[in-house]
């Protein structure tokens, strides 16, 4: 190795320093997953190297055989991992080596809590990769060049993990990657041939490649060279293999690798279809959101292999959006080796692999739903809000997912969400043809509205919503086993049956007694509202806005208009309680502007009551401490 031109020392990204200090200290526990890490890392870059040299064979520089070699070297006590996959640029080992790419970094890290338990949980879910090294290695060396590239174009990379890494060019004639770690004071445990490859069985059997490393030595005259190389890992597709032999274990390592995550999944979903067409499927869901979720633009973790070659990270392709939590695998015979992200997105075999797979997902949470509730109690909390947009996004499975979907509900006494369209179903009350919901910007003002009071009083029970995405899911998702979906605060509410009489009654005697006076409100309140009527959904309050069956909900319409959406104006109407002491009031009342200023405060009530803002909070005030000087000392 002869050190050339162009040396510096360069700061690692902040964020890398600080993940870094955590991580030796949260990961110590779990030091032996460094080899993990990088046998991965090494898989990735063989994987890219096969997926480049379909269209430019001349980047296998005269060797196929990929492989990763782990050794170590007493004497100086190092664990090398080495492959001759993709390698890196020196520009691409500043962008891998120095930085945190990952968006959502600063969230992560500002979510640490200095609690240690908490935290280790937080970076393995995060996943430190490469850095891993540090937590038994004072020093890294990594020296690598990309396929490609000239021998002169190598690069060498070292650092201490502490604040800073040196990069310079050096010459390095085999392409690929070797990453040198020096091991710490007390690390030498590592420096075993027993223990690395019990190691290597451990977490990486299922890696696809070769993982070898030299025979171990019998005799003391033996030399390096003469020793032979000994395969020490399984080196087959783990799903090509047959289910039956694939252990637990086995199933969550994988899933590590091709999740890029620390903690084992919360199930998976494995299927082997040969026919017409044939092709694999190894699915996962994982037991927590990764920070990317809701960040549109990064579609990752379902990788596309054609005859067990990896082609490319497919997500978008393989599953709908809605889905976007899934990881794993899916390996076509059909396909051709050079298909491109053009192809797939028009490809018939694509396409019936893609609904295959939106079944084999929905399957596998249906099983959860049914066999493993508190599991998939588990899923819903992380996963449930990405769920939601399944109505709207896949019309063809609208109800299965439907049958998925969890809300809160006023049959139970707190927030959580765990009550499913069935359950609600299986309790309807005789003669009941509606699901009944609710929406409101927070859970307990959705719970206190004076639209559920009606409902309370009869004892129906009625979902509540109060998700940004609830009142969209419901615009896409209006009916449910053969029952409407009914808003509370939507329409001319009719209880039918359902209604006791005598509240139905007393409502009946009321209408032509209060013609008139919802005729004057109207006229006092003019456009503000489209009509004045009376209500059958109250018991205690006075009033309450609602809309017709087909507007937007007051939330909905709120959450377009902070986004900058052009919303329609459409009034609301106004119902009113004839039995309400207030009402009675006003019907009473002969003082022309005192009467106005009843109405408009039964208007604003009603309002704040949804959650709504007031167009002149001052004058509703001013109203209302008028009508307050009436009451007697
Ligand atoms: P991740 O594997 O999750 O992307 P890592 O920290 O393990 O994160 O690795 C960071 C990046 O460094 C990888 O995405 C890859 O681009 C690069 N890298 C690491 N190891 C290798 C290697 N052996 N060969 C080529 N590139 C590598
Ligand atoms: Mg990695």
Known sequence: MTVSAHKETLDFQAEVRQLLKLMIHSLYSNKEIFLRELISNGSDACDKLR?????????YEGDSELKIRVSFDKAARTV???????????????ENLGTIAKSGTKQFLDSLTGDNAKDT??????GVGFYSGFIIADKISVITRRAGLGAEHGVHWESDGEGSYAIETVEKPARGTEVILHLREGEDEFLDDFRLRAIIRKYSDHIALPIVMKKASKGEGETEAATEDETVNHASALWARSKKEISAEEYNEFYKHVAHDFEDPLAHVHSQVEGRQSYTTLFYVPQRASFDLWDRDKRQGVKLYVRRVFIMDAAEQLLPNYLRFVRGVVDS???????????????????????????????????????????????????GRVLKEGPGEDFGNRERIAKLLRFASTHNSDDAETVALDDYISRTKEGQEKIYYITGESYAAAKNSPHLEVFRREGIEVLIFSDRIDEWL?????????????????????LGKLESEAAAEEIKKAESEFKDVLTRIKESLGD???EVRISHR?????????????????????MLKSAGHDVPDVKPILELNVTHPLVARLHKEQNERRFGDWSSILFDQATLAEGGQLEDPASFVARLNDLLLLLPE
């Not at 080495?82 to 500043?94: K, L, P, Y």
């Not at 419901?474 to 009719?494: F, N």
């Not at 109250?538 to 709120?558: F, I, K």
């Open 51 to 59: 997926f480049e040299g379909l269209s430019d064979d001349a980047l």
């Open 80 to 94: 090398t991992v080495s492959d001759n996959g993709i390698g890196m640029s020196r520009a691409e080992v500043m």
């Open 121 to 126: 949980r937080l970076i393995g879910q995060f």
């Open 333 to 383: 015979d059909d396909l051709p080796l050079n298909v491109s992200r053009e192809i797939l997105q028009h490809n018939r075999n694509v396409e019936a692999i893609r609904s295959a797979s939106v079944k084999k997902v929905l399957g596998l949470l249906e099983d959860l739903a049914k066999n493993e509730p508190e599991k998939y109690q588990s899923f819903w909390q992380e996963f």
């Open 474 to 494: 419901m615009s896409h998702l209006t009916e449910y086993a053969g029952k409407t979906l009914q808003s509370v605060a939507k329409g001319s509410l009719d």
């Open 528 to 530: 503000k509202v489209q």
């Open 538 to 558: 109250l018991t205690d309050s006075p009033a309450c806005l609602v809309r017709e069956e087909h507007d937007m909900g007051a939330g909905l319409r709120r």
